[in-house]
């Protein structure tokens, strides 16, 4: 059974780095056809892509986030990570970790806050 577990601090303040990892067990973070994603919703607003990493470790951001993010993987810890710089109020919401074949792995979700 595929689980995936998000972590990270609940409060970041604004200009500063929100940083989450999100841990994987039941499967391999290198899986072939396996790709990780990140995905947000604030609130009273539906699901947003943040962005992921594939099997073989290319990224892939949203447009509206690029120049703030980055994904990154820790094989040795089956775990990957989001890092999103220069944060605002706006990107607060709950942080959803999903990943498998065909997405179908979802993370309980973790709430973070980004104070002004």
């Known amino acids: 059974q595929v689980q995936l577990q998000e972590s990270g601090p609940g409060l970041v303040k604004s200009s500063q780095t929100l940083s989450l990892t999100c841990t994987v067990s039941g499967a391999s973070v290198t899986a072939t056809n396996y790709a990780w994603a990140w995905i947000r919703q604030a609130p009273g607003k539906g699901l947003e892509w943040v962005g992921e990493?594939?099997?073989?470790?290319?990224?892939y951001y949203s447009p509206s986030l690029k120049s703030r993010t980055t994904i990154a993987r820790d094989t040795s810890k089956n775990q990957f990570t989001l890092q999103l710089s220069s944060v605002s109020p706006e990107d607060t919401a709950v942080y959803y970790c999903n990943g498998g074949d065909e997405y179908t792995y979802w993370g309980q979700g973790h709430q973070v806050t980004v104070s002004s």
């Open positions: 990493i594939s099997t073989r470790g290319i990224t």
